[in-house]
């Protein structure tokens, strides 16, 4: 009964995760955004403390529970508050849901999945990443390419402890809250046109390279191992 009920928060959260990919797909958008615009600047300068605390709840359920929009939460961190508070309201919120999705995890199914990961490439996968912890951690958190939620998912499935996860999670989004924020507080002005932002550019070389470098950088540490290893 005991394991049994460990499971069930990560069992409720990839529930949700999935009701809110079919319903909520659509719900939460630029559109949505800019239709509720002005109740949510209104509501901001009338109550600005409740305003930032609902924000920051509201970016933590979105991604504890893996919906759809944590986009959109970005955006709008710097379109209602500015590059400050808002990219700290972003951090708080995405770091915190992170870490319940993480505690989650593992509590409930991490030690069987670690467990069972202790031989072949998968054993191999795993004692490079305890290793390697802190740059393989920062690494899963530049790229790109990496889901957020996998992100959130891998360690815990591989016997990471938390104080590694939070911190690397929290530095290593640092960057893309920084950009997706700056571009929220242009938002007033697209919205006045009639437009919709173009999040093309966070594709551009501006953007992509300096990525880049510091996935290069987190990189550095294990590629200095292997080539000593080699050597």
Do not use: C
Request: a positive charge; glycine letters at 10%; proline letters at 5%.
């Amino acid at each position: 009964m005991t394991r049994a009920f460990r499971k069930l928060p990560f069992l409720l959260i990839l529930a949700t995760a999935v009701a809110g990919a079919i319903f909520l797909r659509d719900k939460i958008s630029f559109e949505a955004l800019a239709q509720h615009r002005a109740a949510l600047l209104a509501y901001r300068d009338a109550h600005f403390v409740q305003a930032s605390l609902g924000f920051v709840a509201a970016y933590f359920v979105i991604v504890a529970f893996s919906l759809p929009g944590a986009t959109i939460a970005t955006l709008t961190g710097g379109f209602l508050f500015g590059m400050f508070p808002g990219t700290l309201y972003n951090l708080v919120g995405a770091t915190s849901g992170a870490i319940t999705v993480f505690l989650a995890a593992r509590a409930g199914f991490g030690a069987d999945v670690a467990a069972r990961m202790n031989s072949g490439a998968a054993g191999r996968v795993k004692v490079a990443l305890q290793e390697n912890q802190w740059s393989a951690l920062l690494l899963l958190r530049i790229m790109p390419a990496v889901p957020f939620f996998l992100a959130n998912l891998i360690p815990a499935f591989l016997g990471i402890r938390l104080v590694p996860f939070a911190v690397t999670t929290l530095v290593g989004i640092i960057p893309g809250a920084l950009v997706l924020t700056g571009v929220g507080v242009g938002l007033g002005a697209v919205f006045a046109r009639g437009e919709t932002p173009d999040l093309g550019i966070l594709f551009t070389p501006q953007i992509l390279l300096p990525l880049l470098g510091l996935t290069v950088l987190a990189a550095l540490p294990i590629l200095l191992k292997l080539f000593r290893k080699g050597a």
